[in-house]
């Protein structure tokens, strides 16, 4: 079975995958850019300094003023299910992303070592995983 091990700055095939990848979605009624600013938005207690993440012009700098929110409460528990929900939005609604992610087959997806840098570590490894549960989803879908 094949790995695709994946980044932003990674092999362009499979950059698509990275939560910085440009790639807007809604949930709940709000834009997201990326992945990247709806994770690191989802951290905030308050919806003013949520907003504030959202609206980064990059994702990069999503994550930065993610890191300076005050964090909700629940956060070490919902993260993962927060990333997950917004993976699943990533990918059905962007029909594009969708097929090159179905396109993977069974390939085991992990983010690049490199990825996996600082608090976010344990997060970061976990994405992998998740786009693989998304990817069967659709594929039996």
Request: proline share 6%; hydrophobic share 40%.
């Amino acid at each position: 079975m094949a790995t695709i091990r994946f980044y932003l700055k990674g092999p362009e095939e499979y950059r698509f995958l990275s939560n910085f990848f440009p790639s807007p979605f809604i949930l709940d009624g709000v834009r997201y850019e990326s992945n990247e600013h709806y994770f690191q938005s989802q951290k905030a207690l308050d919806p003013e300094e949520a907003a504030w993440v959202r609206s980064a012009p990059t994702a990069l700098e999503a994550k930065r003023r993610g890191r300076k929110v005050a964090l909700r409460s629940d956060w070490p528990t919902a993260k993962l299910e927060v990333m997950a929900r917004g993976l699943w939005a990533k990918f059905t609604q962007n029909l594009d992303l969708r097929a090159q992610l179905i396109a993977t087959g069974d390939a085991i997806l992990g983010e690049h070592p490199r990825a996996f840098r600082g608090k976010g570590a344990e997060t970061g490894k976990a994405v992998g995983p998740i786009l693989m549960d998304v990817r069967r989803r659709l594929q039996e879908a």
